[in-house]
């Protein structure tokens, strides 16, 4: 490593694609402008792993004499944490709760995000729901979904009779998983989309294929980005707050590289916001829109 500042923070994210990465990457560039610093990005690229590209780009980092390095990574294992950590000890994880350097880790409470998702469906009377679920290799899309059957649990509703189908948070594999659930012929009144990229492309396909939102089906995604408020209907979706968790990352970073003394947040309230697309199953008394649930 340089013994001189360069005043530069790498980031790594595993795609440019989306609103989710798009928001904190601009929160990110609008923190260290603040301070006079620069930003340097990071993707993964190739035909390798997507663990193996995440610990490339960050090592590229390391490498461009990065003062500190901001990871978002859910391909990441936890040995691969602490090898990059030894290799650059001014590094923070957005996003992932890792109890090896819990200073270091900002990451909102997923599992009660999951069981808000449940509550939401189930307080709005749906009992035969289906979940379009991110890759179960990722740490987050993981603990979301216990939260989210750990609810169902609670109301009577076992695991084996949820129709579950994996993808990967990405729009096309939000649509095909939307198709996959019409080919099913399962019955399903409500459904959970594991991030609102997934949501927002189901919707377009359900729409397609005559399936009316919310009267037919009732659809919840998860991040609350900014595409969820411009869907067709309206997307409700557990918000995540996640423009405040990356300020509050990188600003803790910042503190490590250049000894400023931003004062540092790590709550991080999870909740639910009610748009169009959920509605009640028939028979069932409606709840007003635009109502907000947290716990």
């Known amino acids: 490593m340089a013994t001189q500042s360069l005043g530069m923070i790498g980031i790594f994210v595993p795609t440019f694609f989306g609103s989710y990465y798009g928001t904190i990457l601009k929160q990110t560039d609008t923190e260290l402008r603040a301070v006079r610093r620069h930003v340097v990005v990071a993707t993964g690229c190739g035909e390798v792993s997507p663990r193996e590209q995440a610990i490339e780009a960050v090592r590229f980092l390391i490498g461009r004499d990065c003062d500190g390095v901001v990871v978002i990574s859910h391909d990441l294992h936890d040995e691969d944490l602490i090898m990059l950590h030894r290799m650059h000890p001014k590094m923070v994880f957005l996003n992932r709760a890792f109890d090896q350097f819990p200073e270091a880790s ?20 749906h009992r035969e729901i289906a979940v379009i679920s991110g890759p179960f290799t990722a740490s987050d899309n993981m603990t979301r979904l216990e939260g989210f059957f750990a609810e169902l649990a ?142």
């Open 154 to 295: 609670r109301a009577g509703i076992a695991r084996g009779d949820v129709t579950l189908i994996e993808s990967d948070f990405s729009p096309e594999g939000g649509y095909a998983a939307a198709q996959k659930l019409l080919d099913s012929k399962q019955r399903f009144t409500g459904l959970f989309c594991a991030n609102d990229t997934m949501a927002v492309s189901a919707l377009a396909r359900f729409h397609q294929a005559g399936v009316s939102v919310p009267h037919e089906l009732s659809v919840i995604g998860y991040d609350d980005d900014y595409s969820a408020a411009y869907a067709a209907p309206g997307l409700t979706s557990v918000h995540i707050p996640t423009a405040e968790l990356t300020q509050n990352a990188v600003r803790w970073l910042i503190n490590q590289c250049y000894r400023t003394t931003w004062e540092i947040f790590r709550e991080f309230p999870v909740s639910v916001t009610m748009r169009e697309s959920v509605g009640p199953a028939r028979g069932v008394e409606a709840v007003p829109i635009g109502e907000s649930t947290q716990a």
């Open 106 to 125: 900002f990451c909102a409470d997923h599992r009660h995000g999951g069981e808000l998702a449940a509550r939401t469906l189930l307080d709005h009377g």
